[in-house]
Nanobody
């Protein structure tokens, strides 16, 4: 079992940037597929970006070109660099994980909530005009 703790959220003006971090602890012997999700008030939780152990990445259309997902395996940490933020990016952001084989090159529904087994508590991002 892996525990996920997000950090880095905050309040910024439109056009600004934030970098979210997700520290993984616990079972770090196995490899995991990782993802960022977000949930705005009154809306469904949606996938933002995902990354596989081999580095394959998927982005939601709404964040392509603005957000970058990355991971530092030496620190067991996942990142989400968010640039050119918009008010519609305001949401609680969650880190998610599921065990994956190290050589996995594709994952069915990488931005779908049921794909993932482990979740962090979330970090709030608020973007004002």
């Amino acid at each position: 079992q892996v525990e996920l703790v997000e950090s880095g959220g905050g309040s910024v003006q439109a056009g600004g940037s934030l970098r979210l971090s997700c520290a993984a602890a616990g079972d770090t012997r196995n490899t995991y597929c990782m993802a960022w999700f977000r949930q705005a008030p009154g809306k469904e939780r949606e996938g933002v970006a995902s990354i596989l152990p081999v580095g394959s990445i998927q982005y939601a259309d709404s964040v392509k070109g603005r957000f970058t997902i990355s991971q530092d395996n030496t620190k067991n940490t996942l990142y989400l660099q968010m640039n050119s933020l918009k008010p519609e990016d305001t949401a609680m952001y969650y880190c998610a994980a599921r065990r994956c084989m190290p050589a996995l090159r594709a994952l069915g529904f990488p931005l779908s909530r049921p794909t993932y087994d482990y979740w962090g508590q979330g970090t709030q991002v608020t973007v004002s005009t």
